[in-house]
């Protein structure tokens, strides 16, 4: 039996860290940090529980059922799961997120050097893309080119960085903002949930496995142990480099007081501490996490698009990778307001799916339970994503007195009365489960 080894799974779990981690992870805490001021601590816990115990959870979730999300959809039908995963697969591949982590990694990678024309974004995303395809192409490869090669480079970046926070702090821990002083946790709780790393988790799950399997390991109960290691590996890294973020944030009040995001947060402490070499570790920084995510998004794609259509991998690799170019020429600003609006509508259905494939022996007859709480779910998602859309009008008046509405998470209490009526008829009618396949 094909076991991997130690160096292997490290590997492994280089390679699934360095997929999480996007410009977007690096951005929020420094946000928070900085609002949060004194209450730094509590927030940060409640980032955690969201912004990497979700995703975690999710890749468990996959490990469980073999690796693919049509198969963690299974429940809700196959036309029904085939339209889910379809959705999430272009929502998170090459009609938004894709495209986004070129864009991103231009604008605060390259663009302080050469400045921001059609004509250097243009040059800048053909070279990008080659690149991701180069690496995509060969998914067998990605454990040593990404697990063993890239991401010691960008964890050797981000060790400067982060090492730098905690000895050369820009300042003292600042003051809490409004917004932190009452419920500081649960505001971190909400900043993480707006990662979006679990819908990235629901697509990276498929590339793991296989990269495990291309090792030439095939027994399932290995597969699953492996994939569930990488996560926790990946959980790890990322919650160091997420403290260390915050801790960046919370001191940097005297050098970036005034700043509006992340980014600027980062550009000032880097600046502040590093002067002009500061602009190329940030850039390094950027770019890599930008690349190694877009990387496991081209290849999830590849494999799924690959399987549902009559194509090769490399011909759907290799258009999707032409598409998403010719989408991130578009501009940053027109590819975050198309693609928020959406993205916030699929999160609650990807939250929903994995708690209910999680506590898949809870239910006799799962079908009963997934297919009415996904529904409710989908309802209640289309809202919210209306509402990040500004269309507000089409939303129902009542949605804006539930629960957390304002903070996008109306859906928590309707899904879950939905929950506790389907699993108590679940109950009651009871199951053959023993049916003739």
């Not at 601590?41 to 468990?60: D, H, I, M, Q, S």
């Not at 194509?311 to 032409?322: D, M, Q």
């Not at 699993?423 to 199951?431: C, K, S």
């Amino acid at each position: 039996m094909q076991r991997l080894t130690r160096s292997d799974l490290l590997a492994l779990g280089f390679m699934t860290f360095a997929l999480f981690l996007g410009a977007g992870n690096i951005i929020f805490p420094p946000s928070v940090g900085l609002a949060a001021g004194e209450q730094v601590w509590l927030a940060a816990a409640g980032f955690l529980l969201t912004g990497v115990g979700l995703p975690l959870l999710t890749v468990v979730a996959l490990a469980r059922v073999g690796g693919g999300l049509p198969r963690l959809t299974a429940p809700l039908g196959v036309k029904a799961g085939g339209l889910f995963a379809i959705a999430v697969y272009l929502a998170i591949g090459p009609l938004f997120a894709t495209p986004r982590t070129a864009v991103v990694a231009f604008e605060m990678g390259m663009a302080p050097f050469s400045g921001s024309s059609d004509l250097a974004l243009g040059l800048y995303t053909l070279v990008y893309f080659a690149a991701v395809l180069f690496l995509s192409l060969n998914p067998g490869q990605l454990v040593d080119r990404i697990g063993k090669w890239i991401t010691p480079v960008l964890l050797s970046a981000l060790l400067v960085l982060g090492c730098a926070a905690l000895l050369v702090p820009a300042g003292a821990i600042g003051t809490t903002t409004p917004a932190y002083q009452s419920a500081p946790l649960v505001q971190g709780f909400l900043q993480g949930y707006l990662t979006m790393d679990t819908l990235g988790a629901l697509v990276f799950g498929i590339v793991i496995a296989t990269a495990i399997r291309d090792r030439g390991v095939s027994n399932e109960a290995l597969i699953t142990r492996y994939a569930v290691s990488a996560g926790m590996i990946a959980a790890v890294g990322l919650s160091l480099v997420y403290l260390a973020l915050f801790y960046l944030g919370a001191t940097s009040q005297g050098i970036a007081g005034e700043a509006q995001n992340g980014v600027q947060i980062l550009s000032n402490y880097v600046q502040h501490t590093f002067g002009a070499a500061g602009s190329v570790l940030l850039a390094v920084v950027i770019t890599l996490a930008c690349l190694t995510t877009a990387v496991g998004l081209l290849t999830a794609c590849g494999e799924f698009f690959s399987k549902l259509l009559p194509l090769s991998y490399r011909t759907v690799v290799i258009a999707l990778g032409v598409f998403s170019l010719l989408v991130a020429n578009q501009g940053l600003t027109q590819l975050i307001s198309v693609s928020v609006p959406v993205l916030v509508g699929l999160y609650p259905l990807a939250i929903v799916l994995v708690a209910l494939s999680l506590a898949d022996r809870l239910w006799c007859q799962p079908r009963r339970v997934f297919v009415p709480v996904m529904a409710v779910t989908l309802v209640f998602g289309l809202f919210d994503g209306l509402n990040a859309a500004g269309l507000k009008s089409f939303v129902p008046a009542a949605c804006s007195h539930l629960p957390l509405a304002a903070e996008g998470l109306g859906w928590l209490l309707p899904v879950a009365l939905t929950l506790l009526l389907a699993a108590a008829f679940d109950r009651l009618r009871g199951t053959p489960q023993l049916q003739v396949e």
